[in-house]
């Protein structure tokens, strides 16, 4: 086993969810019709102004997102070369024999107020 991080593929997705999040806010400005009376056109401009600050919102949390996924992966490189530096030093094999015994309990529990759960 080698303990080795990967940012560049933690960026290339990063890259991708931006180029999302860019698609979903860069639509346009909508122009709304001031003049019809038809009794569906306030409706229709509580919905594109819903439409608006929806997507001002998941453009929001897109970059919060990308932000997590850098800082997680730069975090990941960081306590990868401690750990390497610490195990060069008792050590001087490069890799280390795998192991059958698995981890049943993970410790991470992800966030999810972040994408709108409870």
Do not use: C, R
Not at 10 to 24: D, E, L, N
Not at 34 to 51: P, Q, Y
Not at 54 to 71: C, D, M, N, R, Y
């Amino acid at each position: 086993m080698t303990i080795q991080s990967d940012s560049l593929t933690a960026s290339q997705y990063a890259t991708q969810i931006t180029s999302s999040g860019s698609s979903v806010s860069g639509i346009g400005t909508v122009s709304k019709d001031n003049e019809t009376t038809l009794s569906g056109n306030n409706n229709a401009h509580s919905a594109i102004d819903l439409d608006d600050a929806t997507g001002t919102q998941i453009a929001s949390v897109l970059s919060t997102f990308v932000s997590l996924i850098h800082s997680t992966a730069s975090e990941f490189e960081a306590v990868d070369n401690q750990i390497s530096q610490q195990l060069g030093a008792t050590t001087s094999a490069t890799t280390l024999p795998s192991s059958s015994k698995s981890s049943t309990s993970p410790t991470f529990t992800p966030n999810t107020s972040l994408f709108g759960g409870s």
